[in-house]
């Protein structure tokens, strides 16, 4: 499984990744294990290609140390690195990680086993993770904001813009298996390219006339996203084609192990029933 890093060429372009360059490989790794995770497979090795340009930016240590810490927290083996991104890709800039999981085919999840009914457990976000990026590029374009503006509403150290939009992706690793290991999980969409809406189907691909109510007021979405919409004047249907919105994994359950998951909350772990499933195909809001 091969996923291309567009967060690190927006950080580039705008000046804002020299302090950070160790969150890169964390999101490296987080998109290609938090993929893998919605086999219920387990990560097992992780392997990089980078451009040529790296180096010369005096990033690629960073990043590997970043790789490094992101393989140690979803005990995937980083099998090493290779200069050949350029014959891979066109970008300037670019990391591209290569992924490898194990699981065995009868243990698979592959949502086959939905009905209406089932609910939807939403985990939260760290916030933007890598996904949206040509829009916030727009928004900064067009509407005179600033990557140096302070976030309106935040709680503790005062965080702008520029500094919430590089907050390294979530590693679900450890909470989903465990949640998979005790029973009940039918189904499991990452939420990346294709934003909340879009990806939630991902869920549902074996699933012909179900689909899933969203209850709007079930979490709180984060600050970054409001200041994006605001100063974007952007719908909210186009955030939610383009942004996880707060939400970064969505697990289909069975109501049982909902009740399960949302009474076990420990450890730093958050976990929200964000919907259910039901017949029609799609996803709306109620």
Known sequence: MKTRLSKLDFAIQTGIQEAIGVDFGVDLVALNVNNIITYGAIPSTLSLMYSDSLPDLGLLEKILKGVDDGCKQSECVFKGEV???????????????????????????????????????????SGVHCSGFSLVTRV????????????????G???????ALMVPTVIYVKQVLDIISKGGVKGIAHITDGGFMRSILRAFHNCLGLGATIYKDAWEVPAVFKLIQEAGRIGDAEMRRTFNMGIGMVLVVSPDAATRILAEQHGGYSAYRIGEVTVGEGVTYW
Not at 85 to 90: M, P
Not at 109 to 122: M, S, T
Not at 158 to 163: A, K, M, N, V
């Open 83 to 125: 200069d050949i991104y350029d014959a891979y890709c066109d970008e300037i800039y670019g990391l591209v990680g290569n992924a490898v999981g194990r699981v065995r085919v009868d243990s698979a999840i592959q949502g086959e086993n939905i009905v209406a009914g089932d609910v939807l457990i939403g985990l939260p976000s």
């Open 140 to 155: 900064l374009a067009q509407s005179g904001l600033s990557l140096k503006d302070q976030l309106p509403g935040g709680s």
């Open 157 to 163: 150290k005062p965080i702008t813009l520029g500094e």
